[in-house]
């Protein structure tokens, strides 16, 4: 039984370290960006979506994990938790792919 509840603490750790890195990625984000590139435009745009997704979204998946490991949901639970990790990662992943782009130029 401990075993099961320490599972489900590390799948609600994942909202925490996602929205850890939605933190880090905003603010991470540099002062003079060239829009006027094509990969600078795509990577911005890709950063905003997930930027906003992350703060806002990562909120409703953890109270929606929360609910369904209340209800004893485990499937929908975990899903809620991995997926608020990856939008988390993939705008921080995303952060350093904006300054590997610019410091090339």
């Not at 906003?52 to 998946?61: N, P, V």
């Not at 899903?79 to 610019?102: D, E, F, N, P, T």
Request: hydrophobic content about 55%; overall charge positive; proline content about 1%.
């Amino acid at each position: 039984m401990h075993l099961f509840k320490l599972n489900i603490l590390l799948y609600l750790s994942f909202h925490a370290i996602g929205f850890l890195f939605c933190l880090f990625s905003i603010l991470g984000i540099p002062g003079n960006i060239d829009e006027g590139r094509s990969e600078t435009k795509l990577l911005l745009k890709l950063i905003n979506a997930l930027i906003i997704l992350g703060w806002y979204g990562i909120r409703f998946l953890a109270l929606a994990s929360i609910v369904a490991f209340y209800f004893e949901y485990d499937v929908i639970g975990k899903v809620c938790s991995i997926l608020s990790l990856v939008i988390g990662a993939g705008a921080l992943l995303s952060m350093i792919i904006l300054y590997w782009v610019r410091g090339k130029s």
